[in-house]
């Protein structure tokens, strides 16, 4: 079967409403997705990971840290299968490294974008309607049908 979708930020075993994040800390969550085509190419799709953006309205500086692990190592892809995209953390779109404490200031915004996992099995060999829902759903681009599973998908018209 495909792989599974991201854990949850912040938490690693239960998805927190992005309201009860924003009535606990100084933040403004900015976005809050899957990352479309971060799950490797395969018969059976990686699992996507995550993009996840807040904004300090904090008056005061507040020190943020995010720990992640092996974050810029992509997830390999198994048994002909692609490798799923590695992740980042960034400040203001300026890249910082993982683990490390950051200070944000009023306005200040972190993105998190959580690596997807590995693909098992050669992408030519997944199911064409089953891609053409993950681009329905938003987790594989059109383009990205095309060029790793050879499947033509028009996004607007379903198919």
């Known amino acids: 079967m495909d792989g599974l979708h ?17 009535s ?4 403004r969550v900015r976005r809050k997705h899957l990352r479309a085509d971060s ?7 990686g699992g996507c990971g995550q993009v996840f953006e807040f904004e300090s309205v904090s008056p005061r500086p ?4 995010a720990e992640h692990g092996k974050l ?3 997830p390999r892809g ?10 980042r953390h960034s400040v203001n779109g300026v890249a910082v ?3 490390l404490p950051v200070v944000l200031r009023t306005g200040d915004s972190m993105t998190l974008e959580i690596p997807g996992s590995g693909g098992l099995g050669p992408a030519r060999e997944r199911d064409r309607a089953a891609v053409v829902r993950d681009v329905a759903d938003g987790i594989v ?11 033509e998908v028009d996004a607007e018209a379903g198919g």
């Open 97 to 99: 490294a993982d683990k």
């Open 6 to 22: 991201t854990m949850s930020f912040p938490a690693n075993s239960s998805n927190i409403p992005v309201e009860v994040l924003e």
């Open 141 to 151: 681009t059109p383009e990205a049908a095309l060029a790793d599973y050879g499947v």
């Open 62 to 65: 507040i020190v943020a840290r």
């Open 72 to 74: 810029d190592t992509a």
């Open 39 to 45: 799950g490797g190419a395969g018969r059976y799709r």
């Open 78 to 87: 198994l048994r002909g299968g692609d490798g799923g995209l590695g992740g």
């Open 24 to 27: 606990v800390a100084p933040v």
